[in-house]
């Protein structure tokens, strides 16, 4: 085994590794991986390019719950709420909040257009107790 060539691995390996990484977090630790695993990547680009994937995938699988500027109040970053990359619903407070999944706050948020809210039909139900 001694006389085996050990090779580098690729910028996509590393990427790929990474990204492991980071999915595979226990829920709510994923900030504390994320430094181990810059640490250990040692490469920005490569880093930002894995946590740039990683991140969105995470927050949305463990739909983490993030307060709005203004103390509006939270909203839940899931794959039901996304309606563009960093924007979800909060059809609660009908406002859409921008999120920086890396860093895992809200940094903006706007009141919800017409055509993204929840027909009135399906509102009936969201608010049955």
Not at 35 to 57: M, T
Not at 59 to 86: A, C, Q, W, Y
Request: net charge negative.
């Amino acid at each position: 085994m001694a006389d085996e060539e050990e090779s580098e691995l690729s910028e996509k390996q590393k990427i790929d590794i990474a990204k492991w990484f980071l999915l595979n977090s226990p829920p709510g630790e994923i900030q504390f991986v994320a430094e181990d695993v810059k640490a250990v990547v040692n490469d920005d680009i490569l880093y930002e390019e894995a946590a740039s994937e990683a991140f969105p995938l995470y927050n949305k699988s463990h739909m983490i719950s993030l307060e709005m500027p203004g103390g509006i109040g939270d909203v839940l970053v899931t794959s039901f709420g996304e309606l563009r990359g960093t924007e979800y619903l909060d059809p609660r407070t009908a406002h859409v909040a921008v999120v920086d999944h890396i860093k895992q706050v809200c940094t903006d948020v706007r009141p919800a257009l017409d055509e993204e809210l929840p027909s009135a039909y399906v509102e009936e139900y969201r608010s049955c107790s």
